[in-house]
């Protein structure tokens, strides 16, 4: 597949961007590295913080143990039974990975554990449910397109060839997404047949916002 073409100045803008994700990842390597001697040192300090002075300045270090119990679910299930039940939290994690087959579940609660969904708006106004001027200034709209640099293995350009014909002459693939506003994004997760742990997401221009105002808009 064809891509928008690299000029000598884009070219030198995705050799800069490799170079800084490879520092990047070296310096998060050490970061962690030290942050795991640090906490070997304060491993029986009993305070939530730590004042220590260096080089003539003073930091603060905040300190936190955890202890993590891992259960065999399968063999307390089988166990206890019925009474099971009551030792079981919710977990965020297992309500995410069920949520189609609890989400019925959970319709009374809606009102509080909720937020409006862009398809099921766009099904209630086109269905008549609800009203479709009851939107009119009652949102935003935002898009902004996101990118991730990484290298290409050979094996996997070597794929790309057969599926798509010739590979551009780069040095990185750019791949441009329209992404979704996330009120927290987190660190893109890494995917198989990249090489690479920092995958750095660029934010180009400022992120279009429409307040609404036209109806239909909000679909």
Not at 139 to 159: I, N
Not at 189 to 195: C, D, E, L, N, S
Request: some cysteine.
């Amino acid at each position: 597949m064809e891509g928008p073409t690299v000029t000598p100045e884009v070219e030198q803008l995705l050799i800069r961007y490799l170079q800084i994700q490879d520092e990047v990842r070296r310096l998060e390597e050490e970061k962690a590295a030290l942050n795991g001697r640090l906490c070997q040192h304060l491993a029986e300090f009993a305070q939530p913080c730590w004042f220590p002075t260096v080089a003539g300045q003073a930091i603060k270090v905040r300190v936190r143990h955890e202890v993590q119990v891992l259960y065999d679910e399968g063999l307390l299930r089988q166990r206890l039974g019925e009474r099971y039940v009551q030792i079981l939290k919710a977990d965020p994690a297992k309500v995410r990975r069920h949520l189609t087959d609890i989400e019925d579940l959970l319709r009374p609660a809606l009102d509080r554990v909720g937020s409006p969904d862009r398809e099921r708006v766009r099904t209630a106004v086109e269905s008549g449910v609800v009203p479709r001027d009851a939107f009119n200034g009652a949102y935003e709209k935002t898009s902004w397109t996101t990118v991730a640099v990484m290298r290409l293995r050979e094996k996997d350009r070597d794929s790309r060839q057969r599926n798509d014909g010739p590979c551009p002459p780069t040095a990185a693939a750019a791949s441009p997404s329209a992404r979704p506003p996330a009120a927290r994004p987190g660190r893109p997760a890494g995917r198989p047949g990249w090489q690479g742990t920092a995958s750095v997401r660029l934010r180009p221009r400022p992120p279009a916002v429409t307040r609404g105002s036209a109806p239909g808009a909000a679909a």
